[in-house]
Antibody, heavy 123, light 107 residues
Framework: EVQLEESGGGLVPPGGSLRLSCVVS????????MDWVRQAPGKGLEWVGR??????????EYAASVKGRFTISRDDSTNSLYLQMNSLKTEDTALYYC??????????????WGQGTLVTVSS | DIQLTQSPSFLSASVRDRVTITCRAS??????LAWYQQKPGKAPKLLIY???TLQSGVPSRFSGSGSGTEFTLTISSLQPEDFATYYC?????????FGGGTKVEIK
């Protein structure tokens, strides 16, 4: 059974930093692309970024709204995905989801999601 | 960047109704489109990928169609558990983008 569990959310002041974690099980972590997606309270879904798999050298992509402030990394030895968030803004307040990407026809769609961890940026 | 526009943003329907949601892309994305269902307080759930392929375990009353710039999600006979918000997402290139969502409520 595929499982993803996020942690690390909390209250942080504007300009602060936070690191989110996502531990996965039920699949070979190094084979899969991994995404972070967020949802502000009462709003829609917003893609944050992606880590490609080992075969693609774990390269990353980011949304323009977070590029240069957020960094995705992963540790295959512990089946963990991370999101380091720096220079946080109030508009980063959201529920952050970790999600798995599955390859098909050379591209990756998102199939399984964790339950999310809440980040609140406020003074 | 390619934008996805969903319509309608809100839909009121009855059990056993046929429901259709549209997702339009500002540029062609071939068939690289997924549909998700999200219920309050829950994570999104994948329904359809590659525009028309049903994810394993998803009821056959859900179907997807389209390619290029226009896509549809159809629920052939709405069931009580289908009242939720639905999102489309493109995954042909970066940035990955979601549509604004369609909330399906009970009439």
């Amino acid at each position: 059974e595929v499982q993803l569990e996020e942690s690390g959310g909390g209250l942080v002041p504007p300009g602060g930093s936070l690191r989110l974690s996502c531990v996965v099980s039920g699949f070979t972590f190094s084979d899969q692309y991994m995404d972070w997606v967020r949802q502000a309270p009462g709003k829609g879904l917003e893609w944050v970024g992606r880590s490609r798999n080992k075969a693609n050298s774990y390269t990353t992509e980011y949304a323009a709204s977070v590029k240069g402030r957020f960094t995705i990394s992963r540790d295959d030895s512990t089946n963990s995905l991370y999101l380091q968030m720096n220079s946080l803004k109030t508009e980063d307040t959201a529920l952050y989801y970790c999600a798995r990407g599955t390859m098909l026809s050379g591209v990756s769609y998102t199939d399984y999601w964790g339950q999310g961890t809440l980040v609140t940026v406020s003074s | 960047d390619i934008q996805l526009t969903q319509s309608p943003s809100f839909l009121s329907a009855s059990v056993r109704d046929r429901v259709t949601i549209t997702c339009r892309a500002s540029q062609g994305i071939r068939s690289f489109l997924a549909w998700y269902q999200q219920k309050p307080g829950k994570a999104p759930k994948l329904l359809i990928y590659a525009a028309s392929t049903l994810q394993s375990g998803v009821p056959s009353r859900f179907s997807g169609s389209g390619s290029g710039t226009e896509f549809t999600l159809t629920i052939s006979s709405l069931q009580p558990e289908d009242f939720a918000t639905y999102y489309c997402q493109k995954y042909d290139n970066y940035p990955l983008t979601f549509g604004g969502g369609t909330k399906v409520e009970i009439k």
